[in-house]
């Protein structure tokens, strides 16, 4: 009776120590998995921490829409329910999105000129407990506004991405649970001819419990995959 006591404590506290740190919404939780062992195993509980607040980075923007729509669609598939979008001053490939499983019924579109508007936008939809993650094109945030976000994201229990393009702000404070570094990497062909399976080298460079890492992986089949390093010439083609 006593250890399993102890055990009732210890799970007890653990919970409050990851809810006082932003890891668990009130109405989200738990944790997706990448489906990457490696990648995975650097992360709190073996996968990404859902209800919070999130940061991608990439200084190619096409590397960092595609990363981030394929994990937007995991997201709502996970969830069953739709995913938000609040674009910035460009359009949605649709097809280059539903590639990734992004399709139209699980994707809402915002657009918002301003950056004071996007913000408003992304705190309100991370309120709500109807979606299943919430994405914003925004650039650099100060402490104050990402922890804006983060709580927002508790309170809904909704996932957050923040995709920003350019250099990644590897010092800066932020409130986000996890920061992110994609680049894009030579494509998984196979040894056949032309352009395959699209790969990008995935750096985590913050993540509360977690341990930062460097991993390739590509998308194949409709799931991330790992890749090998040191990657071997044959059986790859670079990718624009």
């Given at each position: 009776m006593a250890e399993t006591a102890k055990a009732t404590l210890l799970a007890e506290l653990r919970s409050r120590i990851r809810r006082m740190e932003g890891?668990?919404?009130?109405?989200?939780?738990?944790?997706?998995?990448f489906g990457v062992a490696g990648l995975d195993a650097g992360l709190p509980d073996g996968g990404l921490p859902l209800?919070?607040?999130?940061?991608?980075?990439?200084?190619?923007?096409?590397?960092?829409?595609?990363f981030a729509a394929a994990l937007l669609a995991r997201l709502a598939a996970a969830r069953g329910a739709p995913a938000l979008w609040v674009v910035r001053g460009r359009d949605l490939h649709a097809a280059g999105l539903a590639a990734y499983g992004l399709t139209p019924e699980r994707l809402i579109a915002v657009r918002a000129e301003r950056e004071t508007d996007a913000l408003w936008a992304l705190e309100e939809?991370?309120?709500?407990?109807?979606?299943?993650?919430?994405l914003g094109e925004v650039g650099r945030l100060d402490l104050t506004a990402?922890?804006?976000?983060?709580?927002?994201?508790?309170?809904?229990?909704?996932?957050g991405l923040l995709l920003q393009t350019g250099e990644p702000s590897r010092g800066a404070a932020s409130a986000a649970v996890t920061r992110w570094c994609v680049a894009p990497a030579p494509s998984l062909?196979?040894?056949?001819?032309?352009?395959?399976?699209?790969?990008?080298?995935?750096e985590l460079l913050r993540c509360r419990g977690g341990r930062p890492g460097s991993w390739l992986v590509g998308w194949r089949d409709g799931a991330l995959v790992g890749v090998?390093?040191?990657?071997?010439?044959?059986?790859?083609?670079?990718v624009a």
């Open positions: 890891l668990s919404g009130e109405a989200g939780g738990g944790v997706l998995p209800g919070c607040l999130h940061e991608v980075a990439a200084e190619d923007a096409g590397a960092g829409t595609a939809a991370l309120r709500c407990n109807r979606l299943a993650a919430v990402s922890r804006r976000l983060q709580l927002a994201a508790e309170a809904g229990g909704v996932t062909t196979d040894g056949e001819p032309g352009v395959g399976a699209p790969c990008w080298r995935l090998e390093a040191p990657v071997e010439a044959e059986g790859f083609a670079a």
